[in-house]
């Protein structure tokens, strides 16, 4: 007895169907993660990919990024770029940490300073180097040092005059219940910025400011007396 097959093409056309539709959803999904990694509604954008691909691709990768979005370090609020006004007066530098930030060369918001890739635009740049007590940039002329109050580049046979003045760091003792109080002496009268979120997660006894004059150290911690906060004032060695 010879077997009899048959095919019917109602069916490979319904599986192609069916290959084709899983094929256009899983490309919704590329420009819906290109647009929330960016900080933007990534539903939204697997929609409008499933309808309509190739625009939604377009606008994902052409949007720019929400503040914050992209960045792949620990979750925290992103950090405002210290003054010069603010940053370390004598010339010296506060240390890494929180706050201590420099402008990325590319899309000009503020990362780490001694990161090498920017959480905004991914791009990369020379990190900066705290040795000594200063921030430090290798250049083709050779290494320099950032004066803090005057934001301008020094020479290395500058640093025995800098590094002459006393300096004195902050530490924090207790928070009080007034963060934001906190948080807004920081911003006007430290070496260093620090947002809600940040100072909530700083234990006791982390240097919450660096490179202080003795003046400055000490104002420091009589504002953050008035609105609760304590922190300990100890001379650098």
């Given amino acids: 007895m010879v077997a009899q097959y048959s095919t019917n093409p109602s069916n490979d056309v319904a599986g192609i169907f069916f290959l084709w539709l899983l094929f256009l959803f899983g490309l919704a999904f590329i420009p819906a993660t290109i647009a929330s990694n960016k900080g933007h509604n990534g539903v939204g954008f697997y929609f409008f990919g499933l309808f309509f691909f190739l625009p939604a691709l377009i606008v994902a990768l052409v949007i720019p990024a929400k503040d914050g979005a992209g960045a792949r370090v620990p979750a925290a609020p992103a950090p405002t ?43 990369e740049s020379d990190p900066w180097e705290y040795r000594e007590g200063l921030w430090w940039l290798h250049t083709e002329q050779g290494a320099v040092w950032l004066h803090e109050s005057s934001q301008t580049w020094r020479s290395a046979d500058e640093v025995a005059n800098a590094q002459s003045v006393g300096r004195y760091r902050a530490s924090l003792v207790s928070l009080g219940n007034d963060v934001k109080a906190a948080a807004k002496v920081f911003r006007e009268g430290s070496n260093a ?11 006791p006894g982390t240097p919450i400011g660096s490179a202080l004059p003795k003046e400055e150290a000490e104002a420091l911690k009589q504002a953050l007396a008035d609105v609760g906060t304590v922190v300990e004032i100890q001379i650098e060695e």
Wanted: hydrophobic fraction near 25%; include cysteine; glycine fraction near 10%.
């Fill in 81 to 123: 770029p210290p003054s010069a006004e603010r940053l370390g007066r004598a010339g010296l530098a506060p240390p890494p940490g929180p706050g201590v930030v420099r402008e990325c060369p590319h899309c000009k918001e503020p990362m780490r300073r001694d990161a090498s890739v920017c959480p905004h635009c991914r791009r």
């Fill in 193 to 203: 910025d620090f947002t809600e979120g940040a100072l909530r997660r700083i234990k």
